[in-house]
């Protein structure tokens, strides 16, 4: 891959994409097509790429899938030094296995979910002792680590106070923390309190407020299926041209949420590359089923070919989907 970009992530207005994770016929991640994505998502003025976080489906591919998927896109020629590697798994040897392999291949920094078993008896304390024992267990001068708050993903919310022992425990090794609770009000105080680390925002609707606030930028899964919208958002003189583009990004993502999202989000990228692999999903997720996938596709390709032509990814769309809506409802 030749898709050329800086030898770093900017410090400010870095707009980061979730990857979606390609799968084979066997269910391991493609690495082919994970690397066409990565460069389409290049090419449509995304900074960098987060790997098998959750919208990529990581928790739930192997650990060797993982470091093998890494090795694969960085062999294909995308720079290591734009991406940001999720690391949660289940067991502590299984993370820290992920972070040493990441962190041996120079990626940007690690993304680091508290655990998602035991939730009701996850105390402040807990949530601290496990990630200063995934740090101790790294042991790296060379770490840099993100903090992931995803309440409804996890059931363990990431707190302040947790923040900051951790920060004050390990100095310069907490590097930044990705906010996807969607409390606006919980990301601006993050920015307040926090304003040495890289807050990111995983809600795209909150995305020009929290630039304004000092927010470093997004981490998002939306950016998968429209890329030139959020680097619109991104280019934007000032957060009052920003939300101009929220009610064009809320009509897309409400599209896109009738359904699980991950499987969605694929679904579009089948559609808008033709092969039909891209629709494939994880247990204990399932493909979107038709009808319902020809109506979403339907809805969300009308969608794109309504915004501006800049604003666009795919263009033209899909006729495709739309002649398979009108026969299924003649029939």
């Excluded at 790429?49 to 739930?60: M, N, R, S, V």
């Excluded at 790296?140 to 707190?159: E, S």
């Excluded at 499987?263 to 089948?270: C, G, N, R, Y």
Aim: hydrophobic fraction near 45%.
């Amino acid at each position: 891959m030749k898709t050329q970009v800086p030898p770093a992530l900017p410090k400010i207005n870095c707009f980061m994409v979730a990857s979606a994770t390609p799968l084979t016929a066997d269910l391991h991640p493609d690495v082919e097509m994970l690397t066409r994505h990565i460069e389409m998502l290049f090419r449509a003025g995304c900074d960098g790429i987060a790997l098998f976080g959750t919208t990529g489906e990581g928790t739930e591919f192997s650990v060797e899938d993982r470091t093998e998927g890494l090795d694969g896109v960085i062999a294909a020629g995308v720079a290591p030094q734009r991406l940001i590697v999720s690391v949660g798994a289940l067991s502590i040897p299984d993370i820290v296995h992920l972070a040493q392999h990441a962190l041996d291949r120079s990626v940007d920094s690690l993304l680091l979910m508290p655990p998602c078993v035991y939730r009701g008896g996850i105390t402040e304390d807990g949530t601290f002792r496990f990630y200063a024992t995934v740090i101790d267990r790294i042991g790296r001068a060379d770490l840099g680590l993100c903090l992931y708050h995803f309440p409804d993903i996890c059931g363990v919310p990431l707190t302040p106070r947790v923040i900051r022992r951790l920060d004050e425990a390990y100095p310069g090794l907490i590097t930044g923390v990705k906010d996807s609770g969607g409390d606006l009000d919980f990301t601006e105080a993050l920015i307040r309190r926090f304003s040495h680390l890289s807050i990111y925002t995983g809600s795209e609707i909150h995305l020009p407020q929290a630039l304004a606030a000092g927010a470093r930028g997004t981490i998002c899964g939306l950016g998968n299926a429209m890329p030139s919208l959020m680097r619109a958002m991104f280019d934007a003189p000032n957060a009052f041209d920003r939300r101009k583009v929220v009610p064009s990004l809320l009509r897309g993502d409400a599209i896109l949420s009738r359904q699980p999202f991950p499987a969605s989000v694929k679904a579009v990228l089948a559609s808008a590359s033709g092969d039909a692999g891209w629709n494939r999903v994880l247990p204990p997720m399932s493909e979107i089923t038709m009808p319902e996938r020809n109506w979403l596709l339907q809805d969300f390709f009308r969608w794109e070919r309504n915004l501006p032509h800049a604003w666009q990814t795919f263009h033209a769309g899909v006729p495709e989907a739309e002649s398979q809506i009108i026969k299924i409802r003649r029939a």
